[in-house]
Nanobody, 123 residues
Framework: EVQLVESGGGLVQAGVSLRLACVAS????????VGWVRQAPGKEPEGVSC????????YYLDSVKGRFTISTNNAENTVYLQMDSLKPEDTAAYFC????????????????WGQGTQVTVSS
C-alpha cells in the first residue's frame, strides 16, 4: 500500500522559505514519479512540482520556477520541496503525490496522495 506523509508546512511571512518533506512507503522510487500538488480554498488543485527519481527529470509550475526546488533522498524514500521567496499566492494545502504510470506533467492527476500540509503566507 502506497503511503505518503507530509510535513513542514506553517504560517510564514512573504519572502521567507519553507521546506516540505514527504516520507513515502509501500513502493520503490525506481518505478514511480513523485511530486507536489496544492489546492487553495475555492480553487482547483494545481500541480506544483514533480520528479522522476530514477532519472532526475523534473517539472515545475511556471509560477514557482526559480523559487521552488524539488529533490529526493532515495535511500530514505523522501521527497522534499524547498520553497524560497514565498508569496501570499502560494498559500494552499500542499499534498505529496505519487504515480507509477503517469508522467510528471500530470502530477495533478496522480492516483496516490498524502493527507496534506498547510502553507500560509502572509503579506
Amino acid at each position: 500500500e502506497v503511503q505518503l506523509v507530509e510535513s513542514g508546512g506553517g504560517l510564514v511571512q512573504a519572502g521567507v522559505s519553507l521546506r516540505l518533506a514527504c516520507v513515502a512507503s509501500g513502493f520503490s522510487f525506481d518505478n514511480y514519479a513523485v511530486g507536489w500538488v496544492r489546492q487553495a480554498p475555492g480553487k482547483e488543485p494545481e500541480g506544483v512540482s514533480c520528479i522522476t527519481p530514477s532519472d532526475g527529470d523534473t517539472y515545475y509550475l511556471d509560477s514557482v520556477k526559480g523559487r521552488f526546488t524539488i529533490s529526493t533522498n532515495n535511500a530514505e524514500n523522501t521527497v522534499y520541496l524547498q520553497m524560497d521567496s514565498l508569496k501570499p499566492e502560494d498559500t494552499a494545502a500542499y499534498f505529496c503525490a505519487a504515480d507509477e504510470d503517469l508522467v510528471c506533467a500530470r502530477v495533478r492527476d496522480f492516483n496516490s496522495w498524502g493527507q496534506g500540509t498547510q502553507v500560509t503566507v502572509s503579506s
